[in-house]
């Protein structure tokens, strides 16, 4: 790590909602700012018009804030680099673009460039002349391949230029030598320059390319450290030549791998492959997924995966960043999520679980706290509740063979033997709370010479109408009330006799 004061930044295009890479990403960013006291600054990189998505940059912030990234600059905190929205920076980067082309490090072009392509976006290829001059895919470029433009002089195609005809602004990667980039996690890559072609740098409507807004504004903007994909690393040698040009300190690299949905794909939205909005929504808590985001590609060492985010901030270090791809496994994140709601206090639980419970549980006679109660220990993800629970609403439409359960050593024959038997010491008893109803039952139980599941059984079944509920018969009674209790187990006392 350098020793001046740390500046991250996260620099997504709002093009969709916010992926689970690109979440990390602005994580590991977070961090390494964090845990230097150094500081974490949101950029909104809308420079490609034809890919922006209407809402997308309030999606990203929302995401941020709601995941605990609390960014120190940004579009609307404002700071001292602003502004944060490229778009509202149009007018910084011309003046960078022909300072290189001054320095013979970049260069007019005038090849097939219209004002009139959609967008406003300049074509991204030469004209068909230097198509057909060009060497097959993949081989070097060399004098007779250049872009004609490369080689006039710098007066000539500045008049030009300035004369109003169409243009963009190209670098001009050197033929000679080699660019080495540093990686803190690829270590060095070394690209030799005559692979690399002449990236346009400024678009005929005048805005700027990914690639050179990226960093003109690292730049002015003081980051020290670039968290980005991996497939960025093609594009860095480009980075660095621009760099080199200007005159400027490179930043630290620091590249992740991609987070895969299987050995052979990436994660994708086009696949149905989840969102953060969409784990959010599918009832995963933000803490444990932003736990997990954490751990894909990253391992603190050690046997421990459970951290809060200030706990990251401490024992986060880029050397623990892996070079392979992380595969993304939701049933992993099920047992993260779940962790979380078992260590959460029980209020918060039942806070963030009520609006799931009363989706199901309109009865307001029935407790949401008492049912969130007996789901916190049982329960994974949020959005699992409505089905586990729906049957305080409406006892469902049952089949008697439930009553038949060997362990408990239960037929239908004792089945109704038991629930006479609960039914009659439920009536007498008044004050109907969990430890009096758990009482009573062990006691009916030794008076009837039974185990305990021999009577709890049958209870359970009558009540919730499954054999696999949230708490057992006595919590399930409690929760529904002494009333609703005996109504059901009539039903169910009906049920036996009548194909009894």
């Not at 909104?44 to 990203?60: F, P």
């Not at 006479?420 to 969990?434: H, I, M, N, R, Y």
């Not at 009573?440 to 359970?460: D, H, Q, Y």
Request: charged share 25%; net charge negative; with cysteine.
């Amino acid at each position: 790590m350098n020793d001046k004061k740390i500046r991250t930044r996260f620099a997504p295009s709002p093009t969709g909602y916010m992926h689970v890479g690109g979440l990390r990403t602005a994580l590991y960013a977070y961090l390494i700012a964090k845990k230097d006291n150094g500081t974490f600054i949101l950029r909104i990189e809308d420079t490609d018009k034809a890919r922006y998505v209407e809402g997308a940059t309030e999606v990203i912030i929302k995401t941020l804030k709601d995941a605990g990234l609390i960014y120190d600059e940004g579009p609307d905190v404002g700071g001292p680099c602003g502004p944060y929205v490229q778009s509202e920076r149009q007018h910084i980067y011309r003046p960078y673009a022909e300072e290189l082309c001054a320095k013979g490090a970049a260069y007019y072009c005038f090849c097939g460039v219209k004002h009139d392509e959609p967008n406003g976006l300049s074509k991204e290829s030469v004209t068909a002349e230097i198509a057909s001059a060009k060497a097959p895919a993949g081989s070097e470029a060399t004098a007779e391949t250049d872009d004609p433009c490369r080689s006039l002089s710098y007066e000539d195609s500045r008049r030009r230029a300035m004369a109003g005809e169409p243009h963009v602004i190209r670098m001009k990667s050197p033929r000679e030598g080699e660019t080495t980039v540093v990686d803190t996690v690829f270590g060095e890559v070394t690209t030799p320059n005559k692979t690399l072609d002449d990236m346009i740098l400024l678009k005929s409507d005048g805005m700027p390319t990914y690639n050179f807004a990226n960093v003109i504004d690292d730049h002015l903007m003081g980051i020290t450290h670039v968290l980005r994909g991996s497939e960025y690393i093609s594009s860095a040698p480009k980075y660095n030549l621009l760099y080199e040009a200007f005159g400027w300190e490179i930043p630290e690299y620091i590249t992740v791998s991609p987070v895969m949905r299987d050995a052979q794909h990436k994660l994708s939205k086009r696949n149905g492959d989840p969102t953060y909005d969409d784990l959010i929504n599918q009832g995963f808590i933000p803490k444990a997924v932003l736990n997990y985001i954490a751990l894909l590609g990253w391992s603190p060492g050690g046997e421990r995966e459970l951290f809060t985010l200030d706990e990251l901030i401490e024992v986060f270090d880029v050397s623990g960043i892996s070079k392979a791809p992380a595969i993304f496994d939701i049933a992993k994140l099920c047992h993260f999520s779940g962790e979380y709601i078992r260590n959460m206090p029980s209020d918060d639980f039942a806070e963030i679980a009520k609006p799931y419970i009363r989706s199901v549980v309109k009865n307001e006679s029935i407790s949401a706290s008492a049912i969130a109660g007996i789901l916190q220990t049982r329960c994974e993800k949020l959005c699992d509740i409505p089905e586990k629970i729906d049957f305080f609403e409406n006892l469902p439409d049952y089949d008697t063979e439930l009553f038949v359960h060997q362990k408990s050593k239960t037929d239908k024959t004792i089945a109704l033997d038991m629930l006479k038997a609960a039914k009659d010491t439920f009536e007498t008893l008044s004050d109907w709370t969990k430890d009096s109803v758990h009482d009573i039952m062990v006691s009916l139980a030794e008076r009837l010479g039974v185990k305990n599941a021999t009577l709890m059984w049958p209870v359970r079944i009558a009540t919730a109408g499954r054999t696999v509920t949230p708490g057992g018969a006595v919590e399930v009674c409690w929760i529904l009330g002494r009333d609703e209790t005996l109504r059901r187990i009539e039903l169910a006392i009906a049920k036996l006799t009548k194909t009894g």
